[in-house]
């Protein structure tokens, strides 16, 4: 069975650093992508950053600049380094992989106050 678990959230002020990482059960992703979502309360999920096999990198707007997608295929693992963190930015962080479907992980709380 497939299993994605994130996990490096929690509270930090505004302006701080937090470093997310999602490790997937084997390999089945190293060569298909993965990424990050985020869900804060009464909002949709929103799609934050997603990395090809090959290192290819895309951000949402509103993150560009501050956070950085990586993989360690190796490690089977996705990060997210989030830099200068805003209040907006407070949500739960979904780690996700896709191989011919769409493969999610539990989520981790990131709480940015001010």
């Known amino acids: 069975q497939v299993q994605l678990v994130e996990s490096g959230g929690g509270l930090v002020q505004v302006g701080g650093s937090l470093r997310l990482s999602c490790v997937a059960s084997?390999?089945?992703?190293?060569?298909?992508?993965m990424g990050w979502y985020r869900q804060a309360p009464g909002r949709q999920r929103e799609w934050v950053a997603s990395?090809?096999?090959?290192?290819?990198?895309t951000y949402v707007d509103s993150v560009k600049g501050r956070f950085t997608i990586s993989r360690d295929n190796a490690k089977n693992t996705v990060y997210l380094t989030m830099n200068s963190l805003k209040p907006e930015d407070t949500a739960v962080y979904l780690c996700?992989?896709?191989?011919?479907?769409?493969?999610w992980g539990q989520g981790t709380q990131v709480t940015v106050s001010s």
């Open positions: 996700y992989g896709i191989r011919l479907r769409t493969y």
């Open positions: 084997g390999s089945i992703f190293s060569n298909n992508p």
């Open positions: 990395i090809t096999s090959g290192g290819t990198t």
